[in-house]
């Protein structure tokens, strides 16, 4: 990983030095990437006529490659990356934890569920 860092570290430098990319420009670049992951998941999911240029996994790296840039474009530090990506993760793994024990706690059917009661305005 910290190879790839590197290297995409050295092409945001290029960039901010020859086009004066900024984070509203790197934004908008995300949101094109987006786009075409979108187009791309819908044709793999059949609900989309189109030759494609990329599969969806391809153009998924594209929006990576923008939100590395984002980071380093807005005050990360290349060589640091890691060590926020694994706090960044492990938060990640303890939501997804809290999210799997709610469902290990679900009501087996048969049994009656518990009622919430919810506030209202």
């Given amino acids: 990983m910290k190879k790839h860092v590197t290297k995409i570290a050295g092409l945001v430098d290029l960039d901010i030095k020859l086009r004066d990319c900024t984070p509203e420009l790197v934004m908008l670049s995300l949101a094109e990437e987006s786009g075409e992951l979108a187009v ?22 594209d929006i990576i490659i923008c939100g ?5 474009i807005t005050g990360g530090c290349p060589t640091k990356f ?12 303890k939501n ?9 706690k679900k009501p087996t059917s048969g049994s009656i569920p518990s009622v919430v009661k919810r506030k209202t305005r």
């Fill in 40 to 61: 791309a998941i819908k044709v793999a999911r059949g609900r989309k006529k189109k030759k494609l240029s990329e599969p969806a996994y391809s153009e998924a790296v």
């Fill in 68 to 72: 590395f840039t984002l980071y380093c």
């Fill in 82 to 93: 890691e060590a926020v990506f694994n706090k960044k993760l492990a938060k990640w793994v």
């Fill in 96 to 104: 997804f934890n809290k999210y799997k024990n709610k469902l290990d």
